[in-house]
T-cell receptor
Framework: KNEVEQSPQNLTAQEGEFITINCSYSVGISALHWLQQHPGGGIVSLFMLSSGKKKHGRLIATINIQEKHSSLHITASHPRDSAVYICAAHRMEYGNKLVFGAGTILRVKS | GAVVSQHPSRVICKSGTSVKIECRSLDFQATTMFWYRQFPKQSLMLMATSNEGSKATYEQGVEKDKFLINHASLTLSTLTVTSAHPEDSSFYIC??????????FGSGTRLTVV
């Protein structure tokens, strides 16, 4: 079993829909990152969370430390949101290393 | 904001040659740089961690003689794929860290060995 699990693997949504991507982890972490990878391969860091909730524009990320679960929400989705979304856990005993989930491929249709 | 420049973005090389990939932090000093490899439809796999002025720490299964990493300054790390073979064809991406949790990723390099 992977230390960081994401669901769903693939997600197709209609423009305007509310989207949720989930991330569960089975190990102790000091922080969790949500990353966005565009079709060309470049990666953008969206959020870094250690507790609670963060919001940036139409993106919201939450984390529940007790349940070892994080979610990334996209409100009013748009075709330009189409990308791979990756959660990555900062392992406590691994220092600065990240452990990555497999990613969620999101396609938003117009 | 923090910017990491990775160069080249694409490279095609002949089998047996070496390829150097550069990762440069443009507006901050990176205490640590990480090199990842990504196969199609798979997530990132950490290859090695490098700190300025010291030897890189390689992950299990990564050949240090094949993937040479140099972190000569706080703003530059290089990955050299030596004696490249077709199975080394992959997407390579770096990230730079300023502090414990802050990461900035490069734009990646798509290597094709023919």
């Amino acid at each position: 079993k992977n230390e960081v699990e994401q669901s769903p693997q693939n997600l197709t949504a209609q423009e305007g829909e509310f989207i949720t991507i989930n991330c569960s982890y089975s190990v102790g972490i000091s922080a969790l990152h949500w990353l966005q990878q565009h079709p060309g391969g470049g990666i953008v860091s969206l959020f870094m969370l250690s507790s609670g909730k963060k919001k940036h524009g139409r993106l919201i990320a939450t984390i529940n430390i007790q349940e070892k679960h994080s979610s990334l929400h996209i409100t009013a989705s748009h075709p330009r949101d189409s990308a791979v979304y990756i959660c990555a856990a900062h392992r406590m005993e691994y220092g600065n290393k990240l452990v990555f989930g497999a990613g969620t491929i999101l396609r938003v249709k117009s | 904001g923090a910017v990491v420049s990775q160069h080249p973005s694409r490279v095609i090389c002949k089998s047996g040659t070496s390829v150097k990939i550069e990762c440069r932090s443009l507006d901050f000093q990176a205490t640590t740089m990480f090199w990842y490899r990504q196969f199609p439809k798979q997530s990132l796999m950490l290859m090695a961690t490098s700190n300025e002025g010291s030897k890189a720490t390689y992950e299990q299964g990564v050949e240090k003689d094949k993937f040479l990493i140099n972190h000569a300054s706080l703003t530059l790390s290089t990955l050299t794929v030596t004696s490249a073979h077709p199975e080394d064809s992959s997407f390579y991406i770096c990230s730079a860290s300023r502090d414990t949790y802050g990461y900035t990723f490069g734009s990646g390099t798509r290597l094709t060995v023919v």
